[in-house]
């Protein structure tokens, strides 16, 4: 795709930049090749005051980078916040606890010979990434690898150029050197000749299943590591001992948070038969309270979607659903007026036939199942090729753990869902990809846990 910033909230194309050619691509390896040669040396504490300064940074200019997120994928101003301030706290997470994760390892397996392990970086990487968490996704595959000694070449969404540039101008005033971090505006067939090139060590994407095929696959022919953040459908299952009216406008919020386009958001919310109706009533009423308006207005809900195919697919998804017997609460069509808008939804009456039940639906619709026993509720939310989050909502908060420990995906949550944080491990199983991004988990992909023997 071109790489052009297109405001979802107008149409209006604001500015085209310029692709990368081969010669481009050629040249940012070699300059990411000798980087890491001088990076990998430098002393842990010298990456960890680079990546402290990153985070600076991020806070101080804060505002101006929430408003391009806004401009370029339609996030409300007030999320945005919230994604940079994340970001931020990733930089910073990773610059206090990098030097505590390189820490040589003594083994002691009973015999006189010193058996060290320590923790090497393993050279260029190449991050793919997507837009609807555009400064998040970055921080949590760049900071860890950073921090590692690892150098970086990154490929982000076409519809967040100017973000992309963004990021790249922090880094280097931090004090990332230039060629220890390079932006590239790249095709699909250049990143695959990345991926091939030997001096390239590893891949990690997030974004569809299609994109994950496609660089996974070259990784694989060419052995390389690779880490995927792929989509989801998360379960969500509410609990009969719940506040109805309160739980239901807490899960609406979640679902609707980022207009939706979440790889983690509670696409598949299950709720007691008992309370279905009265459930079902304070989402609708949740959904419609929405004010969906300019993501720079302050009291804006949700803003536009990312862009009008990917509104456009949303709304056919939900049509698709209301024609295989599904019944549509509330909105679901697109606003009249120029841009990706579109109202949120609620539907009801999908069964596990119909594709609503099987497919991703990344845009703002919620769909809501009733249950006659957790037995049902559980089986319903494992039956899914996709393997991301789930979450179980219960005053009873152990019944409610013993729950969700039996959700088959990466992540489980009581009484709230999808909580990301520096310092918990992030990612799927099933379709939703492989491999841990944040924490200490995150840390691991992409370094050689080497093995120092002395007899
Ligand atoms: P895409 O997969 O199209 O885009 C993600 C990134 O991959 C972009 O940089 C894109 O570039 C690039 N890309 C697309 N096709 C290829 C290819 N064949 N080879 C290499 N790179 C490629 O995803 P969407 O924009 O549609 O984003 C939404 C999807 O991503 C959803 O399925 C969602 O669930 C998933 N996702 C998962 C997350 C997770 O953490 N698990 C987080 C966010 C999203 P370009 O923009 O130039 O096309």
Redo the contacts with the bound molecule.
């Keep these: ?1 071109a ?1 052009r910033t297109e405001n979802p909230a107008t149409g209006a194309v604001e500015k085209e930049y310029n692709s990368a050619t081969d010669a481009d691509v050629t040249r940012a390896i070699e300059r990411a090749d000798a980087a890491f040669g001088t990076w990998r040396t430098t002393d842990a504490s010298e990456r960890a005051a680079v990546l402290t300064k990153v985070a600076d940074i991020y806070d101080e200019r804060a505002d101006e980078l929430a408003r391009v997120i806004g401009a370029e994928m339609g996030k409300p101003l007030a999320q945005a916040q919230g994604e940079v301030a994340l970001a931020s706290s990733i930089f910073r997470w990773y610059a206090e606890h990098g030097e505590e994760l390189l820490v040589e390892e003594q083994l002691n397996i009973g015999d006189d010979a010193k058996s060290l392990v320590v923790t090497d970086p393993i050279g260029v990487l190449m991050g ?6 555009p400064h998040y ?1 970055v921080a949590r595959f760049v900071a860890p690898n950073l921090m590692l000694g690892n150098t970086i070449l990154l ?5 967040c150029a100017r973000t992309a540039e963004l990021i790249e101008e922090i880094l280097h005033a931090a004090g990332v050197p230039q060629d220890a971090y390079i932006n590239l505006f790249v ?2 067939e250049q ?2 000749s990345i991926i091939e090139d030997p001096r390239v060590r590893g891949v990690s ?8 095929k ?2 996974a696959e070259t990784a694989s022919q060419n052995l390389k590591k690779s880490v995927l ?4 459908s998360d379960a969500l299952i509410v609990l009969d001992d719940v506040d109805v009216a309160e739980t239901a406008k807490a899960v609406a919020t979640a679902r609707m948070s980022n207009a939706g ?4 958001s509670p696409k598949r919310i299950f709720v007691p038969s008992t309370m279905f109706d009265d459930f079902v009533n304070g989402v609708v009423a949740t959904v419609e309270g929405i004010k969906v308006g300019n993501p720079d207005d302050e009291g804006t809900d949700m803003g536009p979607l ?1 862009s009008v195919e ?1 509104r456009d697919d949303a709304i056919a998804q939900v049509e698709r659903a209301v024609e295989q017997g599904a019944t549509l609460r509330t909105g679901g069509t697109a606003l009249e007026q120029d841009g990706a808008w579109m109202a949120p939804a609620v539907l009801t009456g999908v069964t596990r036939e119909m594709d609503a039940f099987k497919e ?1 639906i ?1 845009g703002p619709v919620a769909v809501v199942y009733s249950y006659d026993s957790i037995d049902e509720a559980v089986e319903l939310a494992n039956d899914s090729s996709f393997g ?1 989050s789930g979450s179980v909502w219960g005053k009873d908060t152990d019944k409610a753990e013993q729950i969700a420990r039996r959700l088959e995906v990466g992540m489980t949550y009581v009484n709230e869902h999808g909580t990301t944080k520096a310092g918990l491990p ?3 199983v099933r379709r ?2 492989y491999g841990r991004e944040l924490g200490r988990w995150g840390f691991g992909e992409f370094a050689n846990t080497k093995l120092v023997r002395v007899a």
């Design positions: 795709m790489y793919v990434m997507p837009w609807n968490f996704q490929k982000h969404a076409s519809i095709s699909n990143i695959t994407l997030t974004g569809s299943e299609g994109a994950g496609a660089v953040e792929l989509g989801g386009q979440a790889c983690n990312s990917a991703e990344f991301l992030f990612g799927g939703s990809g």
